[in-house]
């Protein structure tokens, strides 16, 4: 169930502001603060200063070391080359201000907008699983640094589990043409080798400091000359204070054999961005996009409780718990005066209600623990910028986390490649499923794994119908009717789904 989201509210007043900005260097004086309608979880505003125009993150959780690790995570990511938006730095190096009690942090604006899997191409959908690879492939040897040696396991053995190779990025089959030249600093994982390490440059000769450049389908080889990690952008440095896109090089590799078996357990995750907005959609700032599909809602406008912690998403959901829910969600759906809402939602309960029953023994094991490592936590289109047709900036990083990564890059592809009759492109899933699992080294099984998973946990989760019958919040209802028959016909389609994550 996504995270509500919270209401926009005044903005800081004045004295506030001008406190904040007297923290960065050549912030300037406020001039203009608007609430952004658009974020969930946190409070956002788009920032216009002397000096030009920010992002202004109010973070209500207030947990200032959870937020300085993910801004140092994106801080370094972004010197790696991965197209994201870090935040400024202050004078004094902090990137995370507190002023009242207020966690606030500044970042630069980002012209962009949001592009829904419809209008990607095949070499987009292709750099967009490649894009989602490197993320997780950098995590591993950043979040390293940012955590330090306890840190993987004090999140969940990130490293322990992982399977890394020393070199791999050095040996990858780089795709296409071009001058650059590469230092990514980190190893690529490869299925059953070793532990982490942090080995692996390869080089094309030459540097390209033509902005945008993510081309997973090979048209050319990227950039990721290490800039100096662990600092934030501070305004004033270079020409400009905003972000663009990144260049970003897509490594290469050779998938394993396909192995058809199903262990694995599901995280509680289940989304539909069918109806939210694309094409001509608004620009954002960063980290203000809406927040989708996963973790139980927090803040001033709480959902019910999700079923699983932000962590342990109900890893393998019991359709005893789902059936008592349905049940709740029948008798609110049969009160009062009906529409075709309710028609639809009524069909749509009794009928997984029946496809629970068939298939209730194909529940994945609680004990089958997947290959887990760090993620972004929440990889959707509205959390994507793009420029032009180039990814321009990955936003909202609050739940960057240690997850199964595999199920991170199948629920980002149902939400990206979910069409409006509640099926999948296939044809746009393949070469996605395909540059991420080369870029990262994750073989067919681990992706099988996931989809199982990930198909059980949409067969389990209702968190439109909860938003809109127990919360009486109708925002995630145009997104229904394509999310609840997509349950309905993967299941039908199960083996051509697996198929097409791991062809």
């Known amino acids: 169930m996504p995270r509500s989201l919270v209401p926009p509210v005044a903005p800081p007043d004045g004295g506030t502001l001008r406190s904040l900005l007297r923290r960065y260097r050549h912030a300037g004086e406020p001039l203009a603060c608007e609430p952004l309608t658009e974020g969930l979880l946190n409070h956002g505003y788009r920032l216009s200063t002397s000096r030009g125009h920010f992002f202004l993150k109010h973070h209500l959780d207030g947990d200032r070391a959870a937020i300085a690790r993910q801004h140092a995570a994106t801080q370094r990511l972004g010197a790696l080359g991965l197209p994201v938006a870090p935040p400024v730095a202050a004078e004094d190096g902090s990137t995370v201000a507190v002023l009242g009690g207020r966690c606030y942090a500044l970042h630069p604006w980002v012209e962009g ?3 829904d899997g419809g209008e990607l191409t095949t070499a987009q959908s292709r750099g967009l699983g490649a894009l989602l690879g490197t993320v997780h492939v950098s995590l591993e040897t950043v979040m390293r640094e940012v955590a330090g040696p306890g840190g993987a396991g004090a999140a969940g053995g990130a490293w322990a589990e992982g399977a890394w190779a020393e070199g791999a990025w050095a040996g990858g089959a780089w795709a296409g043409g071009g001058d650059r030249a590469v230092n990514a600093g980190g190893g690529a994982r490869t299925a059953g080798a070793g532990t982490a390490t942090g080995g692996g440059t390869a080089s094309g000769g030459g540097t390209d400091t033509r902005p945008g450049g993510w081309n997973g389908a090979g048209g050319r080889n990227g950039t990721l000359t290490a800039a100096r990690a662990g600092t934030g952008t501070r305004l004033g440095d270079g020409p400009s204070a905003r972000h663009g ?22 995280g509680r995750c289940s989304t539909g961005l069918r109806g939210a907005p694309s094409g001509a959609t608004p620009r954002r700032a960063p980290e203000s996009a809406p ?31 789902t059936y008592a829910l349905i049940e709740e969600l029948l008798v609110l759906v049969r009160r009062g005066p009906r529409d075709s809402f309710d028609e639809l939602a009524e069909h749509r309960l009794v009928e997984r209600r029946a496809l629970l029953e068939r298939h209730a023994h194909r529940r994945p094991p609680p004990a089958a623990i997947p290959a887990r490592g760090w ?7 509205l959390n994507l910028l793009y420029r032009d047709a180039e990814p321009a900036a990955i936003v909202d990083w609050d739940r960057l986390g240690v997850r199964p990564r595999a199920e991170e890059a199948v629920r980002a592809a149902v939400i990206f490649f979910l069409r409006p009759d509640g099926t999948l492109d296939f044809a746009k899933i393949r070469p996605y499923a395909r540059a991420y699992r080369r870029t990262t080294g994750a073989g067919p099984e681990e992706l099988a794994a996931a989809v199982h998973r990930v198909w059980w946990e949409r067969l389990n989760d209702f968190w439109m119908l909860r938003w809109r019958y127990q919360l009486g919040d109708h925002r995630a209802d145009p997104g229904f009717p ?8 993967w299941t039908g389609a199960y083996e051509d789904v697996r198929a097409a994550f791991t062809d």
Do not use: I, N, Y
């Not at 803040?299 to 019991?318: C, F, K, S, V």
């Not at 394509?482 to 016909?489: E, H």
């Open 113 to 115: 907008r949001h592009r």
């Open 245 to 266: 896109a990144c260049s970003v090089l897509v490594p290469g590799g050779v998938g394993a054999a396909v192995d058809s078996g199903l262990p694995g357990a599901p």
């Open 291 to 321: 927040e989708g599909p996963q973790g139980a809602p927090r803040g001033a406008a709480r959902a019910p409780e999700a079923h699983g912690t932000l962590d342990a998403l109900d890893a393998a959901a019991d359709p005893e718990d």
């Open 375 to 381: 993620v972004h936590g929440d990889f959707h289109p």
């Open 482 to 489: 394509a999310s609840a028959a997509l349950a309905v016909w």
